[in-house]
């Protein structure tokens, strides 16, 4: 992304100059999927594609954005029945409104917004987009909100504003990336350790479908249920446990013959799941990444034989990678559609990279878009030129 094309857009949009420039990144997930609503630990990282935004405070009651690479406007106010009509301009507003309940004298504002991480790719673009806006309002109206209450409001605007009861992860990495690092989360205490990860002799690259994933329309809050009824029948003789994250194998094979088959197994998955987050880590201390592949390959598999959230296109490209000899690849994000993530020896990139594309196109008529990526900063104020 160039600032200077998201300052011309904005005076061009506006006739107004003295905007500032604030950016946030998308995200990926080494390893940790669809744990983080159930209280486990997940893995992410800040990546160099994001949103940037133009943003001047205009002194009135009303939010002009500009939707620079869907050349769409929207206009609306800040109250609480003033909700947009685009999809896009609902977290804005969301973002509005949480910092507003949380005592932040957000006023109205222009802004110009574009963005270079993909959407539907499963790397949260609308994350980036909460966190830059909420990183953004609350320097320009003097807010007092920590990175974590940032974090909040932009979960809290997925839920109240766009229909999607996700987890935190995606907004916290958005906030809290550091270059060079991934970040171990624990969803249900909040607490955090960086891990450095700079792979000599790898490279992270993402492989898109080019299947676009709709969360809210997709059967994501049908798994989260899936999670919440393991667990409320679990809770009828341990009440201690509040998440999938606190039961143990023996307690949910005692209660396997009183809950639906497919809820069973999705909960086995995400079980399964924390405890491949945890030797990741490990993994890493020892600097063994062909362990972290393999971890990453059992992911692919959970998702897509017991979570039931792939698509013939996300397994296609995982069987290219093994096949090829890849360390490591599996979906990633939300599912059903979106990227692998593929943790891939230098020398074997090129190879890679060529059959992914041929057999792909071979089988279904298109090739899928190639994303190096770099682990980055977070959500940040930009310098002025």
């Known amino acids: 992304m160039n600032k200077e094309i998201i300052q011309e857009a904005f005076i061009a949009c506006y006739g ?42 205009n002194g009135r009651r009303e939010v002009r954005a500009f939707a620079i690479d869907l050349h769409e406007q929207a206009t609306f106010g800040l109250c ?27 006023g109205g504002f222009d802004t110009a917004f574009a963005g ?29 909100l920590d990175k974590l209450e940032l974090a909040k409001a932009g979960q809290a605007t997925e839920h109240n504003y766009c ?44 492989l898109d479908t080019l299947v676009k994933h709709e969360l809210a329309a997709s059967a994501y809050n049908k798994r989260r249920q899936s999670c919440e009824t393991v667990v409320a029948e679990i809770q009828k003789k341990y009440p201690q446990v509040q998440f999938l994250r606190d039961v143990t194998w023996p307690m949910l094979d005692e209660i396997k013959p009183s809950v639906d088959s497919e809820d069973y197994r999705r909960s086995r998955y995400v079980i399964q799941e924390i405890e491949r987050v945890l030797a990741v880590c490990e993994a890493l201390e020892r600097g063994d990444y062909e362990t972290v592949g393999a971890k990453m390959y059992e992911t692919h598999h959970g998702m897509s034989q017991l979570y039931e959230v792939s698509c013939g296109e996300l397994d296609f490209l995982n069987a290219v990678a093994r096949d090829c ?46 994303y190096d990526v770099a682990i980055s900063d977070g959500a940040k104020r930009m310098a002025k030129s």
Not at 88 to 99: D, M, Q, T, V
């Open 116 to 144: 270079d991480v993909p959407l539907g790719a499963g790397m949260s673009s609308s994350a980036a987009l909460e966190s830059t806006y909420a990183f953004a309002l609350n320097e320009l109206f003097d807010g007092r």
């Open 163 to 206: 229909g999607v009861k996700c987890g935190i992860m995606d907004q916290f990495a958005s906030l809290f990336g550091k270059a060079g690092n991934l970040m171990r989360l624990d969803c249900r205490s909040l607490e955090y350790r960086y891990f450095p990860f700079d792979p000599k002799g790898y490279r992270l690259v993402l």
């Open 80 to 106: 609480k029945n003033d909700l947009p009509a685009q999809g896009w301009a609902r977290y804005i507003f969301g973002i509005c409104r949480e910092l507003i309940k949380r005592g932040v004298c957000v």
């Open 16 to 57: 107004a100059r003295g905007a500032q420039i604030y950016t946030s990144p998308g995200r990926i997930n080494l390893i940790g999927e669809h744990t983080d609503y159930n209280g486990g630990f997940v893995f992410p990282g800040a990546i160099d594609k994001g949103i940037m935004a133009a943003i001047l405070p």
């Open 325 to 370: 000899g890849v360390t490591g690849s599996r979906a990633m994000g939300g599912g059903f559609g979106g990227c692998t993530i593929n943790l891939v020896k230098d020398d074997l990139y090129g190879k890679f990279i060529h059959s992914a594309k041929e057999k792909y196109l071979a089988r279904y008529g298109k090739e899928p878009k190639i």
